[in-house]
């Protein structure tokens, strides 16, 4: 089935089948390997992407149902070499280790900023559930997207 | 992790799909419990149609004193409608507690319902609000209440080709309260416990309990109901009827709770609903 997506302001389209799940979508045929495959079940959120303005894990989602969608990935964030505000946060308040969760938790928490202009710890962490990091036991993730919330208020 | 090879259509109105689903397709909603089973291959439908283009599906209307929520509307859509969380507040409190954000981002009232699965959340609400459930199939829409939608594990009165068109709450002005115990892994209910409470001159004029995770289907505590119905609402009133939320039922038991475990938890969180409700109520 032919497909036309719009991936970081460009235009895609290819021919799938409608087995295809979207992260193998990004991954392989627009290589996009920024967004990572972690569980493959729907858990950990290493997957997650923003479609039409809503985080979605895209390893439980076919690609044909993104047809004519605008998605964004971690590599459609940062413009013209300068760090999104959430990257930004995540670098300053080391919210990260070996990174891998990254990509998905940057993803999650511009939903959460975008919902939410100025989020409690408690907000965070219920918009930050479907996230699993193996790492840095959270708490520098919150202090990140409440620093990128801030910044984003100024 | 591959399905199996399948065909997929997406109609863009209700009655395309009607007519695909009648010739043996199976239905994709938000794909948040299917796609799942697909990749591991516990399902692996021949033909899926997708109900996400279908504009007439997706909507949340007040219609008469209720609310009329059609089948794709999902789980964000519920927990965040100004219509809903003022009008019903139970059913957005308990779509907040759906799963993780990307879930609800996807998922749909009306996959949920026709999953049924025994420790979904919005079966409890479903139950406690005394819900209908309009079905659409080939000879047109009948309407049958939750209590009797709701079947067995992942079984309901769906007939084959037949689909989930709206769920109808009402306007609803008592006191409410979802509380659940998540399973740590996957936020699906070990037991979620949906309550609702009127009060007029001091006394308790009507409760409704819906519980979920608990059995194979949701249910409603009636004798737990009727044990507070007429009483002040006070501590101990509260604690009698929550004690009568599990007597005689066949509890589920897995790795995550025992049978006992789990009628603890219910009559442990019955109470806990019931007190957050009972101070909501005029
Ligand atoms: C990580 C994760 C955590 C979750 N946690 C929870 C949780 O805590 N609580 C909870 O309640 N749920 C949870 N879920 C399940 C979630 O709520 C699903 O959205 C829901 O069970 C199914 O809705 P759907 O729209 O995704 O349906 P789909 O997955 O698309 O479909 C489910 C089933 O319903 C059928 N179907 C779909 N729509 C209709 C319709 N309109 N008419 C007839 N049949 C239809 C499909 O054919 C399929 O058999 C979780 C899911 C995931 C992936
Ligand atoms: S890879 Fe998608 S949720 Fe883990
Ligand atoms: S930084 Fe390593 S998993 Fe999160």
Redesign the pocket.
């Given at each position: 089935m032919k497909i036309h997506l719009t991936i970081n302001g460009k235009n895609y389209s290819h021919d799938v089948e409608p087995r295809l799940l979207l992260i193998h979508y990004l991954r392989e045929n627009a290589a996009l390997t920024g967004s990572h495959v972690g569980c493959e079940t729907s858990l950990c959120g290493a997957c997650t992407i923003e479609l039409d303005g809503k985080a979605v894990k895209s390893c439980t989602m076919f690609a044909v149902q993104a047809d004519g969608a605008k998605i964004t990935t971690i590599e459609g964030l940062a413009n013209d070499g300068k760090l999104h505000g959430v990257q930004e946060a995540f670098w300053n308040e080391h919210g990260?280790?070996?990174?891998?969760?990254?990509p998905g938790?940057i993803m999650a928490s511009k939903q959460i900023i975008d919902r939410n202009h100025a989020p409690s710890d408690a907000e965070i962490r219920h918009g930050l559930e479907g996230n699993l990091?193996?790492?840095?036991g959270y708490q520098h993730i919150v202090n990140a997207v409440k620093a990128a919330a801030a910044a984003a208020g100024k | 992790m591959f399905p199996q090879t399948f065909d997929y259509t997406a109609p863009t109105t209700l009655d395309e799909a009607v007519k695909l689903l009648g010739g043996g397709a199976k239905a994709l909603a938000g794909g948040m419990s299917l796609i799942p089973m697909m990749k591991l291959r516990l399902a692996s439908p021949e033909h899926l149609v997708d109900l996400g283009r279908i504009k007439e599906l997706n909507y949340i209307r007040e219609e008469s004193g209720a609310l009329h929520i059609g089948a794709t509307a999902t789980h964000y859509a519920v927990e965040s409608s100004p219509l809903v969380r003022t009008k019903c507040p139970l059913l957005a409190e308990t779509a907040a507690a759906i799963g993780d954000v990307q879930v609800r981002n996807m998922g749909t009232l009306g996959g949920a319902v026709a999953h049924a699965d025994p420790s979904a959340d919005y079966p409890a609400a479903l139950q406690a609000l005394e819900a209908k459930i309009v079905l659409r199939g080939a000879g047109g829409d009948r309407t049958v209440s939750a209590a009797e939608f709701f079947v067995d594990a992942f079984t309901t009165v769906l007939n084959e080709g037949e689909m989930v068109r709206e769920v109808i709450v009402p306007v609803d002005t008592s006191g409410v309260s979802y509380q659940k115990v998540p399973q740590p892994a996957s936020g699906f209910a070990m037991v979620g416990i949906a309550a609702r409470v009127k009060k007029a001159g001091g006394k308790v004029t009507e409760a409704r309990i819906g519980v979920t995770g608990l059995t194979n289907s949701s249910f409603r505590a009636t004798a737990a109901e009727k044990a507070l119905e007429g009483t002040n609402g006070s501590a101990a009133d509260i604690q009698k009827a929550a004690a009568l939320v599990a007597q005689g039922s066949d509890a589920n038991s897995d790795i995550h709770a025992s049978a006992d475990y789990r009628k603890h938890l219910a009559v442990v969180y019955t109470g806990r609903a019931l007190i957050a409700a009972m101070g909501r109520a005029q």
């Open positions: 990260l280790q070996c990174g891998f969760c990254t938790m990091c193996r790492c840095t | -």
